[in-house]
């Protein structure tokens, strides 16, 4: 089998992981929000020079990789900060536009992404009556500045009163006229019979689109240039892939972060955890999941920012503070994030023009991070740029010393990481926290402390661990139908139906459905809400007593493995003396500098043990572990600390 790369692209760094049999190279380049395919093919480039020893032979790896596997928190970030198309939304006359904003997350939402560019359609006209309603709909919203307009309208047969509306869109405003403001029904993208919901679901399709959409097409067509063997393949939020074309946009919200929680399920499989809470900190977000006794937490019908969509989606929460989020205060309060400077141009450290501060700056000036060995050593951190920004935008709004600022700002960090955790979930006996992304080492204990866990893993490969996660994903097209007959022979239908689709979907993707698994499982949603989720099969009996008021979903997935990595063993390795690399003066709070010793996580054998505080490093990450706390090396490499 040849090489598997899979790339996880952030809003400060993009990470890359290959595999190639038993061997793991891993590496990151910095995300250029300007022309994502910049640092798509830089960290090919420096995969290239991992590999084979020079960058220049990027075709020849690429001619050696059977599949490249990429999800992106773009769609995650850009929701986040609110940078997306304004768009408009046609719904029929009298349409009760409240239903879309029930709950305050839906209101704030809405008004962002919508807000008063909305417009009735009158649905009783017909003929030259209603085209000139259509037309002067579209005007109203287009001429309010609507980028992407989203078509949905709240009758028993939507999808049939959407398709002609869109018949005398397309007929009244070609092209060449509506230049470059698509129109989309919302019932071609579901049939869910929920107005609200099927609405949502395409008002942030909508929105997350266009990010995606100019760049992974182009980053296709140059893969293809380069002789590579097969599509690029997008890592949905459901847990597979599949090509540009077959890949909804909706479906990359939050694929990053459940690319880590793909890792996270083999962590805690392999380590035996029974519930391991996971926090992904990457340079915008941290990402936060739990999988308890093998199962990854996911909802058939998930949220996006709170409101709900008609997809399924793992249960992460996102919580707006990551690596590049910058810091400020009022005078009275630090605040942290959801604002960050992201790559371009980064923290102030950085020396690209930054002038915020972010914890980066913070953990330089702790004396943390090591100019010389920080992002491999690629970076010259600069530690006067640093301390301006913190003195500029926090100490002298405070008025506090700079080392009082550093310490406040550091726990102002910790703080709303912890929240974010334990708004999710729980912290019991039973918990261990996992911390990965290019700042989930940063400050393990201190996390693990405000949270009152006594347990955390840091995977080996924690700098690069959704790109790792992504490593275990199969292609795969996922089908979900409601059953309007629910006899057996109308489930019978369906499913010849889903399998049709199936075979052509993966025919374009180059697999047979032959070398497929086939998982149908059947959603039974009660009046009350409740669901009952049952796991069928092509032949199988079916249920046959449905309430009149019950509705019933058929999901069909066919999925093919592309082959992933094996875990090292874990258990009774030997307990030895650690590698020190050296020792790294630190400031440990309220200016008292201590020198400590610095780990190097590529030169400790399985069984290396020793006590906080100590700094842990890698190429991509660097963590404090505080006083109190034991380091152990797994069998596996990855480091796990705990509470003494």
């Excluded at 949905?152 to 869109?169: A, G, T, Y």
Aim: hydrophobic fraction near 40%; charge should be negative; glycine fraction near 12%.
């Amino acid at each position: 089998m040849g090489k598997l790369i899979n790339i996880d692209n952030g809003g400060t760094l993009t990470d890359f992981c290959a595999f190639d049999g038993d061997k793991v190279f891993h590496t990151k380049s910095l995300t250029t929000p300007f022309d994502l395919s910049k640092c798509f093919f830089d960290g090919l480039k420096k995969l290239s020079k991992a590999i084979y020893g020079d960058e220049a032979k990027v075709a020849e790896l690429l001619q050696d990789t059977d599949y490249i596997r990429y999800s992106t928190t773009q769609g995650t970030n850009a929701l986040v900060e609110r940078k997306g198309p304004r768009l408009g939304l046609l719904v029929g006359k009298g349409t009760d536009i409240a239903s879309l904003q029930a709950t305050g997350e839906e209101s704030s939402l809405y008004n962002d992404i919508v807000g008063d560019r909305v417009a009735e359609i009158d649905l009783a006209l017909s003929g030259a009556e209603l085209e000139l309603d259509v037309m002067r709909a579209v005007n109203r919203i287009a001429g309010e500045g609507a980028g992407r307009i989203v078509l949905s309208v709240c009758e028993e047969d939507f999808q049939s009163i959407e398709s002609k509306l869109n018949r005398i869109i397309s007929r009244k405003f070609p092209s060449h006229l509506l230049g470059v403001v698509p129109v989309l029904a919302a019932g071609g993208l579901s049939d869910d019979e929920d107005f609200a919901r099927r609405t949502w679901s395409a008002l942030l399709n909508a929105f997350l689109h266009p990010a995606m959409e100019r760049f992974l097409y182009s980053a296709d067509h140059r893969l293809k240039d380069l002789k590579t063997k097969n599509p690029l393949l997008i890592f949905r939020n459901d847990g597979g892939a599949a090509r540009v074309a077959k890949t909804m946009a909706i479906k990359t919200y939050s694929s990053g972060p459940r690319g880590g929680m793909e890792g996270v399920r083999e962590l805690a499989k392999h380590y035996g955890y029974k519930k391991l809470l996971s926090y992904d900190v990457g340079g915008t977000t941290t990402d936060i999941g739990v999988v308890v006794d093998g199962e990854l937490a996911q909802l058939s019908q998930g949220t996006v920012e709170g409101v709900k969509v008609n997809f399924p989606l793992a249960e992460i929460f996102s919580a707006g503070v990551g690596g590049s989020s910058i810091i400020t205060s009022n005078g009275t309060d630090i605040i942290v994030g959801p604002e960050s400077v992201g790559a371009a141009p980064g923290p102030a450290c950085f020396g690209l023009g930054g002038k915020q501060a972010t914890i980066t700056d913070v953990f330089l000036l702790l004396g943390v991070l090591d100019p010389a060995t920080y992002f491999g050593g690629e970076l010259d951190l600069d530690s006067n740029r640093a301390a301006d920004a913190i003195q500029k935008n926090v100490a002298e709004p405070m008025g506090v010393s700079l080392n009082e600022a550093l310490d406040l700002m550091f726990a102002a960090w910790v703080q709303k990481i912890a929240e974010g955790i334990l708004k999710f979930s729980d912290v019991d006996a039973d918990t261990t926290l996992a911390g990965f992304g290019g700042a989930g080492a940063l400050a393990a204990t201190r996390i693990a402390d405000a949270c009152g866990a006594r347990r955390v893993i840091i995977p080996a490969l924690g700098a690069v661990f959704s790109a790792f996660g992504i490593g275990f994903s199969p292609i795969s097209q996922v089908y979900r139908m409601n059953l309007v007959d629910k006899s057996s022979s109308g489930i019978e239908a369906v499913i010849k139906e889903a399998r049709v689709r199936a075979e052509k979907d993966l025919y374009a993707e180059g697999v047979d459905i032959s070398e497929c698994e086939i998982r149908i499982s059947l959603s039974r949603i009660g009046s009350n809400g409740l669901e009952q989720v049952i796991e069928i099969g092509e032949g199988s009996l079916f249920p046959s007593d449905f309430m009149p008021d019950e509705k019933a979903v058929l999901v069909y997935e066919a999925r093919k493995n592309i082959g992933g990595l094996k875990l090292a063993d874990v258990g009774g390795e030997a307990s030895r003396d650690p590698n020190i690399s050296g020792l790294r003066k630190v400031n440990t709070g309220a200016g008292n500098h201590v020198e400590i010793p610095v780990v190097r996580v590529e030169d400790q054998l399985p069984g290396a043990v020793i006590d906080g505080p100590l700094i842990i490093e890698e190429s991509f990450f660097t963590g404090l572990v505080d006083k109190g706390w034991t380091l152990s090396v797994s069998g596996n490499s990855d480091l796990i600390l705990e509470k003494k």
